[in-house]
């Protein structure tokens, strides 16, 4: 078994450089499949994820392969058919964006029901009654489900809830179909804004990205582009808040600053010290050996981002004081917990909302990370903690990040991966304990 092992380590310091936004590099490899010609992206992350949606690009005679100079070189223009295993659909949630980029194109899609992390209330009804109102069909079957269509047609679509996947998929889907179609109430998030930018240099009429109400004007083809994909904010964050974690000074390299509007004011709000580049492509935390509870809600973009409560659980578990983090927008999203709690953290779960008596000192113990905030959440505390850390799940962290044991190595962290057979039982026991 493979666990990720962590020793207190204080003091981190040093520039990371940002990769390519995960979040947003799912979404972009779908869209380029509605070329007509070859897409080249840049920046896309060396993650576990992309391994996989290769696998499913390659079943359905779309090239895709990552070039010697980094690159990911796309050629969709032989894609015939959309049946994508079921088992390699429920391995990361956002297969479901081969719908919107494939059903116009091939008229029918075959896949199974979104996977990755699993946080209880992540439906995809929102999906389905918008691509119902543009004329596509669905039968649900055990393992998976289709969706077929004769002509995909432009709807006027109001979502129930701001739902950053939906918007994204039905944006796909609309822009090959025929005639004008109207998202309300749509995320702005800037994995939005990037997908649209990108279907935009493909020859897509998109406005309205990154606002409430996006418009779409179908078009009947779409031509190749070389894009670069946006850096990932959240990753960003969860690096600015290792230094609050272990008493450091990191600097973020190649970032947007004003994706991180809310996770920069709520740090400095705990008493980190936040400095901007000159250039704007660079954040600077630096720990003033003082932080203070708080209070956080997540939102969605432009609050508080949902995937950086986790992490930021770790930190406030060395704030003095208590802290209290409600998570509106999966309030089930509170796996990490009771690992936190077999290191020693007084965390109370209530109805979507942790309340964190900080100041409490975190013990090294055998936990297990469930997702990949999770994971880093665990291993910021590990970092932290007196005595060794072990973090099974390790698969989940390497979804989200790439290189993430030599990037803490380069800011001085003692951390490690564990290949070995021994102690299999013990890790075993620890990765089926779940929350109450």
Known sequence: MKWLQVERSTSLSGNVKIPGSKNSSLALLAASCLSDEPVRLAGIPEIADFGVICKIAEEMDIRMLRESSGDVFIDPSHVRQASIDPL????????YYFVG???????????????GDDFVSRPID???KALKAMGADFHFHQDYYEVAVKELRGADIYFDMITSGATINIMLAA?????????????QDPEVVDTANLLNQMGAKISGAGTDT???????HLRGCSYTVIPDRLIAGAFLIAAGVTGGTITVEDVIPEHLGACIAKLNEIGLQIELSANNQSITAFSTGKLKATRVRTAMYPGFATDLQQPLTALLTQAPGKSIISDRVYPKRFNHVLQLRRMGADIDLRSGTAFIKGGVPL????????????????????LAAEGVTKITGVQHIERGYENIVATFRSLGAKIEIIDSNEGNMEMLHASSVTPS
């Open 175 to 187: 822009v090959r179909a025929k005639g004008t179609t109207v998202l309300r109430n749509a995320a």
């Open 101 to 115: 980029a494939l059903l116009a194109k091939c008229g029918k899609v075959t896949l199974g029901y979104p996977g």
């Open 88 to 95: 390699k659909a429920s391995m990361f949630r956002t297969a």
């Open 363 to 382: 013990h090294g113990n055998l936990v297990h990370a469930t997702d990949i905030r999770a994971g880093i959440c665990l291993l910021l505390a590990g």
């Open 214 to 220: 996006i418009r779409i004007e179908g078009v009947r």
């Open 126 to 128: 929102q999906h389905i």
